[in-house]
């Protein structure tokens, strides 16, 4: 019985280790709205947990030329799936002082973008978009099975 659980005692830290998966990732880019800049305008990434909710890891604002610049390093367990959302209020109208969104973008930093060591080796690039078009929405785990429709991309805030 002692042995068991110092066998047990022992092999879980290493089971642990084994299964977690530390990345990080550099991701820029820039966005506009109607060819003007979308400025400062919140961006958030989140780690894709595909039972539970999402894990916010970041939140930052566009520049003033609606540049965005993103550095991020962290565990996971299993696997590090990031990914980028903004809530989309380009266009969007104001209804009793608050401006509600037009929909949302996601997306997911593609793996080869994603370096398996605690400081990014790899720059994702997402260019230039225009949030008046159709935006890029890439729904992961249930949201793609149910076409998204799990995923909050309605959100108000002070106009």
Same mark, same amino acid.
Request: proline share 4%; aromatic share 12%.
């Given at each position: 019985?002692?042995?068991? /659980? @110092?066998?047990? *005692? ?12 530390? $990345?990080?990732?550099? %991701? ?27 894990? /916010? @890891?970041?939140? *930052? ?12 390093? $962290?565990?996971?367990? %299993? ?81």
């Amino acid at each position: 019985m002692i042995k068991q /659980l @110092l066998l047990i *005692t022992l092999l879980t830290p290493i089971s642990v280790a084994l299964l977690t998966d530390q $990345g990080s990732f550099f %991701v820029r880019g820039i966005l506009t709205c109607n060819g003007n800049a979308y400025s400062k305008m919140p961006i958030e990434t989140f780690e894709k947990n595909y039972i539970f909710k999402d894990d /916010l @890891l970041t939140t *930052t604002t566009t520049n003033d030329d609606g540049s965005f610049y993103i550095k991020y390093s $962290g565990k996971d367990l %299993v696997f590090f799936n990031p990914y980028i959302y903004v809530p989309n209020y380009c266009l969007a109208e104001t209804y009793n002082g608050l401006k509600c969104t037009t929909g949302a973008m996601m997306i997911q930093i593609p793996r080869e973008h994603i370096s398996a060591s605690l400081a990014p080796d790899s720059e994702f690039v997402v260019g230039e978009i225009d949030m008046a078009n159709d935006v890029p929405f890439e729904a992961q785990g249930l949201g793609r099975i149910f076409g998204g429709f799990l995923v909050n991309t309605h959100y108000c805030m002070a106009a």
